[in-house]
């Protein structure tokens, strides 16, 4: 005597869901493996050098653009020299190091300005991102 089922499986969701399972592992795979970017701030052309800075943990970054007329900008608000004094002074409140990130085409004079009023109000550590040769 031949028995027969009542219902018919479909055996074919088996395979859906592990490629449904592949997929979002390559998702998570690709998602970790991405580039972050480690540092806030605007985008400039940072210059090169073979000794380039780690992850900071407790820094603020100053960006300078390059041109005719440099802008700066502070926790991605523009400013102006004046406007930098007061916020350097909470920076310095919550101990945090100053990194500036300025493009190749800023003076060294509009650099060295930044720097120096960083160290006029109390910042212990400032230093200057490059981006390192390919």
């Known amino acids: ?26 998702v998570f795979f690709l998602l970790l493996s991405s580039n972050f970017i480690l540092q806030q701030g605007i985008s400039v052309s940072m210059p090169f050098s073979r000794f380039t800075l780690g992850p900071q943990t407790s820094r603020q970054i100053i960006s300078i653009t390059g041109g005719a007329v440099p802008a700066i900008y502070f926790q991605d608000q523009r400013v ?10 909470g920076a310095k409140r919550r101990d945090e190091s100053i990194i500036i990130k300025a493009d190749r085409s800023t003076s060294y004079e509009t650099v060295a300005e930044v720097a120096n009023a960083a160290l006029e109000h109390g910042i212990t550590s400032v230093a200057l991102a490059a981006t390192p040769p390919q």
């Open 1 to 26: 005597m031949k028995l027969s089922r009542t219902t018919n499986y479909n055996f074919g969701w088996l395979l859906l869901i592990g490629l449904v399972d592949v997929a979002f592992l390559l």
């Open 80 to 89: 102006t020299m004046e406007q930098l004094g007061p916020l350097l002074d």
